[in-house]
């Protein structure tokens, strides 16, 4: 759906791109969606934000990660590349 911009349930051919989805801190301001946050006391370290692209007929939705390829893995707990089993 992303470089087809055809949706993969219905093949309808309007998608609606969403760049930043809004996420919300226990200040109640709105932040983008991130896949992790690191919280210092001046700012937050925000890393991988999260798109969408939405089909404007049945709704179906497709979540996608902008720049993955610079994601400092080593920087989220826990995350780790994953590689096809031999
Ligand atoms: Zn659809």
Redesign the pocket.
């Known amino acids: 759906m992303r470089t087809s911009h055809i ?1 993969p ?2 093949a ?1 051919r309007e998608i609606l791109f969403v760049p930043h989805i809004a996420d919300r801190d226990d200040r109640d301001t709105v932040r983008p969606l991130v896949l992790f946050v690191k919280h210092h006391d001046w700012k937050d370290d925000e890393i991988g934000v999260v798109q969408a692209y939405v ?1 404007r ?2 709704s ?1 939705t497709e979540l996608y990660t902008a720049g993955v390829g610079t994601i400092p893995v080593d920087k989220i707990p826990g995350a780790k590349i994953l590689t096809p089993k031999k």
């Open positions: 949706c349930k219905c309808h089909c007929s049945c179906y």
